[in-house]
């Protein structure tokens, strides 16, 4: 077993189902920063739930099973999300056992960045 950081992604204050340009960009960067994430191997999953019409304000929109040494490393990396950053999402980081070495079909390996991959 391995820890992770299991993120519950959750409907922020600043969520509208609204197909707007400024929804657009952010989400745009929301998926830009979960492809580098996964680059940088601190991504082991991510997906969005199926959220039903009528959902509570502050629905689950989806997870985020991260690859970190620390809670603090966690925080740090949802934070910079665009979403997060502009309210459109809020985080739940939890610790979470699971199997070493998470993984799905069409992963790609992890970009290495000097000796320690960073």
Known sequence: MKLYYLVLIRR???WTAAETPEVKQVSAGHMANIQRMTNLGKMALAGPFEVPEGAPADAPAGIFILNVPSMEEAV???QADPAVKAGRFKV?????YGPAGITYDGMEAPVKHGPEGK
């Open 12 to 14: 922020g204050s600043a």
């Open 92 to 96: 739940d980081i939890l610790p979470w």
């Open 76 to 78: 740090a990396v949802t």
